[in-house]
Structures are given as structure tokens and as C-alpha cells.
């Protein structure tokens, strides 16, 4: 199985308009499948990602003008002036957890395969989903599970995970996914546990903090003409993406209720479209199911 299956590859080729030579970010790396389209149009290509087995795989996989940059995406505009890349001509985000990190057991991202609880993202930070599960309050797990998870039922779980913990330190995801799915009533069309294990993956990575300062860093750095395209997985960061695109394409931000504009902003994008994957990359790549694709453009 390949690393990762890229989402939406060809609408993000189509979004960005690839011109040879010139250089673009890949936000966040993966196995590289953005990358490695956009280098096959003859791009050049900055990559960032917090998750050394993605850079090393790529490392191995991936041939062209491309510079690697470990670390976090709302740090793009650090770590590009760090190689000396003051400008972009587009740049791509596909804010999902790649097909590696979830089929891989050992890095404690699915409830389906029974791994230590960690979840991290970048291997070299302390915080852990186990540390979270058996360290956070009761009521903290609970405003985790229902804030980053959307859980109606976070009060319950909450209360299941503390029960569990009691006896014993909770340490593997199954073992997790069997006290989520003994707490909640039979869910049709999705595992009881998914939601649960997103939300703590989120805390874990911090994922959603940086969304909105890494767009508006990244766009800053995109010349004129060039655009930005980010794809979410979820309602949380489609709603993060949508209200940072929304400011940067519109001229007053001002309340409402003021009379007249008094903050002076002006509009430095226009939105291009919103994208869904198509029937057929749905029937192939079931996880792209839950994708949306936005664009925006540099006036």
C-alpha cells in the first residue's frame, strides 16, 4: 500500500495552475502526492511536515527541485525565509491525517488496530493521547470530546474513560474504542469511537490552533495571481478555512451594527470555489469521502 493517496490531486492542480520554475509550498507534506504532481509539471516545491517518516519517505520517493522543511505549518512563513524563499506562487494545505498515520498500529491513530495510545504527529513532542486519556480531568476529556469531536455524548465517555482509569492506566487505542463504544448507543454509518478519537488527536496536535495564522501567513507570502488551496476533513476546519477566506476576500470587517467602515481593511483575495471529490475518487479512496477543497486568490 502506498504511503499516502493524495485528495483531490487533479482539482489541485487545476486550482493552482503549475507554471515550470516556479516554486510552491506544500504545507504539509504527507507521502508527498501534491508534491510530487506539482514537481511532475516541471514546479518547484518547499515542503513542510512535523512527521519525520514522511519527510524520509519522500526523501526516497520523490525526485526533483524540492526543499524539505520540518516543522509546523503556521510556521511556514519562518521556515521559508529560513532557505531564503521570500515569495510563492501557490500553495496547497491538505489538513488530513495521512493513510500512513492511520494504518500504521504503532503510531496510535485508528481505533481499529490496537496500538499504544500516542497520536502525535511529531514523535519528538511530549504531550500524547495517553496523556491526555489518563492525565486530563473529567470534565476537560468531556469539553475536548464535544468541542473537537462534535460528541453528544462527551459527558458519558468522559465519565467511562475516568471509570476505566481508575482501576488502571488506559494504554492501547482498542482498548480505548471498546470504553467509548460501551458508552454510547449503537451509531449507524460510523464507528462509536471515531469522533472521540479525533477530537483527542486534535488536543494531542494542536491541530485546529494554527489553521487560521498559517492561511493568512501563507497568503501573505503568495504573489500576485497565485492562489492557495486547502482541503479539510471535517466541519471544524472547513468552518476555520471558509471565515479566514471570507476576511481576506471582503474590504470592511467592521461589526454590523457600526454605520460606517472605521477599520480600514481591504480585500487582498477573492474566493475561487469550494470542491467536493468526485463519485468515482470517493468509490477508490473512501477516506476522501468527508473532503472539501477551497481556493483562493492573490489580487
Known amino acids: 500500500m502506498s504511503y499516502h493517496v493524495p485528495v483531490m490531486r487533479d482539482e489541485v492542480l487545476e ?24 514537481l511532475e509539471l516541471g514546479g518547484r516545491v518547499a515542503a513542510i511536515d512535523r512527521d519525520d517518516d514522511a519527510i524520509n ?5 520523490l525526485s526533483g527541485d524540492i526543499t524539505y522543511l520540518k516543522g509546523q505549518y503556521e510556521d511556514a512563513t519562518a521556515l521559508l525565509l ?24 504503532e503510531r496510535g491513530f ?4 490496537d496500538g499504544a495510545l500516542d497520536m502525535r504527529m511529531d514523535r519528538s513532542q511530549g504531550l500524547t493521547a495517553y496523556d491526555v486519556v489518563n492525565g486530563y480531568s473529567e470534565a476537560d ?14 459527558r458519558r465517555i468522559a465519565s467511562a474513560i475516568v471509570r476505566a482509569r481508575q482501576k488502571a492506566p488506559v494504554k492501547s487505542t482498542v482498548e480505548l474504542a471498546n470504553i467509548i463504544s460501551s458508552s454510547v448507543p449503537y451509531r449507524k454509518g460510523g464507528h462509536p469511537a471515531k469522533k472521540s478519537f479525533q477530537a483527542i488527536r486534535i488536543e494531542v496536535n494542536g491541530e485546529l490552533k494554527g489553521v487560521e495564522s498559517a492561511i493568512n501567513g501563507i497568503f501573505g507570502m503568495i504573489e500576485r495571481g497565485g492562489r492557495l488551496a486547502v482541503i479539510t476533513f471535517h466541519s471544524l476546519e472547513d468552518r476555520i478555512v471558509k471565515t479566514a477566506f471570507a476576511e481576506l476576500s471582503t474590504d470592511c470587517i467592521c461589526p454590523k451594527s457600526f454605520p460606517v467602515c472605521v477599520c480600514g481593511h481591504k480585500a487582498s483575495g477573492k474566493t475561487i470555489g469550494r470542491y467536493r471529490p468526485t463519485e468515482e475518487e470517493q468509490t477508490i479512496n473512501p477516506r476522501a469521502k468527508s473532503s472539501t477543497l477551497r481556493v483562493i486568490e492573490k489580487l
Not at 491538505?94 to 493513510?99: C, E, F, K, R, T
Open 15 to 38: 486550482a493552482l495552475r503549475i507554471t515550470p520554475g516556479k516554486t510552491y509550498l506544500d504545507a504539509t507534506l504527507g507521502g508527498g502526492g501534491h508534491s510530487g504532481a506539482i
Open 57 to 61: 519517505y519522500c526523501k526516497a520517493h
Open 82 to 105: 529560513s532557505v531564503g524563499i521570500s515569495d510563492i506562487a501557490g500553495a496547497v494545505m491538505d489538513l488530513g491525517v495521512s493513510s500512513h498515520q492511520l494504518d500504521d498500529a
Open 110 to 113: 485508528s481505533y481499529m488496530k
Open 141 to 154: 476529556i468531556a469539553n475536548i470530546l464535544y468541542r473537537y469531536g462534535e460528541e453528544s455524548y462527551s
